[in-house]
């Protein structure tokens, strides 16, 4: 039977929960540093604990809920050299490549993925899971394929967060968080903003709230309830589509909202909290790539104070859709830069370590 999992408290239940076994105040913020600051991953490692202590602690709880099944590293001599001319073109040349994966498996065996990644402008990325598997079933993304199997805990959400955090170096320090991977959050809003409360507490990893982006395919009930929250996160859709014919088709969830709902709730989130909402658009070859699509994405987006990411595809083995060519990707880009709109393009990395979401799963499953 799998003891609690001290990341399963938010920070005021940690607390209550140590100090109701009449820990004194002082030792809870040790065992809290020990954890979020000094990476402690056993009880066994806190030495300015009484031996006795980190015995009982061990017998009561675990520190994470889960475990590391695979880590994979990829770095830039692994990229296929078109992708990376196209990145130096559109980031100066200032890119790196220096990724990392993790497969985590929890105790009821279901698995998810996490990334880290890095640049050279000293940010360090986390990009976490929400969900085991996904319902929103996105044409391009492997981790719909199987559909969804079940939220995550709280707990699972931040050690994502926290097991990355213990990939990086003394001399680096997290700086984003990006709610990317797979799942859909605002479908398991409350334990998310409960595991970020934590990663941006200044005791934690005092990450800043500014540099947190919450992804989302556009559930207008939960973009209203995160403007709503008070919280200073970025919020990101996933456009991929400028009508409703094609973005039912690319994102099938579509099909219960449509775009001028989504693009309503958007407008709502801006007007409360003043962030620009980016509109991710993925671009796949022949699906979505061509100019009446930009022109379309142009008339949408033309007075709303947004940005639009373009990510051009990658490849998936079990899906048929392909990368577009380098000259629509900036024939596209272009189209919406003279339109007005806000836009850049990225490029998802780790390229060499099935980076795309739900691939590193899919493939440890087959194995
Ligand atoms: S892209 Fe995101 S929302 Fe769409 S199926 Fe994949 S994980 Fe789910």
Known sequence: MPRTSLLEFDAAAFRAELEKRELPKFRVEQIRRWIFS?????????????????????????????TVVAHQKSHENAEDQSNKKCRQESNGGNSID??????LEWHDGHRVECVLLRDNRNHRTACISTQVGCAMKCLFCASGLDGF??????????????????????????????????????????????????????????????????????????????????????????????????RNKIVPQNQHVGISEILKAADYFFGKTGRRVTFEYILIDRVNDQP???????????????????????????????????????????????????????????NGINAACGQLRRDFRKE
């Open 149 to 246: 199997v079940r939220n995550l805990t709280r707990g699972e959400i931040f050690e994502q967060i926290l097991r990355l955090n213990q990939l990086l170096s003394d001399h680096e320090r997290l700086t984003h968080l990006v709610i990317m991977g797979t799942g859909e959050p605002m479908l398991n809003l409350k334990p998310l903003l409960s595991a970020l409360d934590d990663a941006t507490a200044a005791d934690s990893l005092d990450v800043s709230k500014r540099r947190v982006t919450i992804s989302t395919v556009g559930i207008p009930r939960g973009i209203k309830q995160l403007a709503d929250s008070d919280v200073m996160y970025r919020l990101a859709i996933s456009l991929h589509a400028p009508n409703n014919v094609l």
């Open 38 to 66: 000094r990476k402690a991953a056993d009880f066994a490692v806190m030495t300015d604990l009484p031996i006795s202590l980190r015995c009982e602690l061990a017998e009561k709880f675990d520190i994470f809920c889960g």
């Open 292 to 350: 009446e699509h930009a022109r379309e994405l142009v008339q949408l987006l033309k007075h709303r104070t947004a940005i639009v990411n373009l990510i051009p595809f990658n490849p998936v083995t079990e899906l048929p859709y392909r990368t577009p060519s380098p000259s629509a990707v900036r024939r596209f880009l272009q189209m919406l830069e003279q339109g007005g709109i806000d836009v850049k393009i990225r490029f998802k990395r780790g």
């Open 98 to 103: 220096h990724t990392e994966k993790l497969l």
